[in-house]
């Protein structure tokens, strides 16, 4: 089966403004090991508590490209880190975090969920739109319980997972905001010509 939701490598990733050397000040010197081994599967994440979506996301699909932008997070800062500097626990979920936010996503529509989108659409509702918000809800979702399990494994400290999960809520209420703009036409949208073609390059709706 293909993955409907795929990172977009069309374009540029937008890296993120923040340092990941100094998020925190402890250090571990095998971290990197630690984390690039911590690969989420449908079952570590069945007790996520997503939001409520209107679109139809493959849990399993999301749970793949995490774990996927976790390792292209992870190569990224190690190749940066030339001068091979101690990097702290929680500086690779910090630099996830924002990958999230700043990756292109693309997505598609499954078969059963076309007349669903096409009502949306023709009631000037962009669901292309919400869908993309709603997988990086998701996203975020899992990176929420990521960190909570690796603070009940005592990999990264108390104080480090509070300021994870108080960014990562934060960026959860913007894109709510985001979805609720898209829902209310506040946002500009694709047009539904622009929707049906790309519905119909999509042959046999083999996402």
């Known amino acids: 089966m293909t993955s409907s939701i795929i990172i977009n490598n069309q374009y540029p990733v937008t890296t993120s403004p923040s340092n990941p050397y100094s998020q925190d000040t402890q250090v571990n010197s095998v971290f990197s090991d630690v984390y690039g081994g911590q690969l ?19 849990q399993a699909d999301v749970v793949a490209l995490y774990n996927e932008l976790k390792q292209s997070v992870k190569d990224k800062i190690d190749l940066m880190n030339v001068e091979k500097k101690e990097l702290t626990p929680s500086s690779y979920y910090h630099a996830t975090i924002d990958e999230i936010m700043n990756v292109p996503i693309e997505v598609k529509i499954e078969r059963d969920e076309v007349n ?9 509702i962009s669901y292309l739109d919400v869908k993309k918000l709603e997988v990086k809800m998701e996203l975020l979702a ?18 480090q997972a509070t300021r994870l999960v108080e960014k990562i809520e934060g960026f959860q209420e913007q894109l709510q905001e985001e979805k609720q703009n898209v829902l209310e036409g506040r946002l500009p949208k694709i047009t539904e010509q622009l929707f049906f073609e790309q519905l119909t390059a999509q042959k046999n709706f083999n996402l």
Request: zero cysteines.
């Open 40 to 58: 989420a599967t449908t079952e570590t994440v069945g007790q996520t508590q997503f939001s409520n979506r209107i679109t139809q996301i493959n």
């Open 142 to 159: 899992l990176a929420k319980e990521d960190v909570m399990q690796q603070k009940k494994k005592g990999v990264i400290t108390e104080e």
């Open 116 to 124: 669903q989108a096409i009502i949306y659409n023709r009631l000037g």
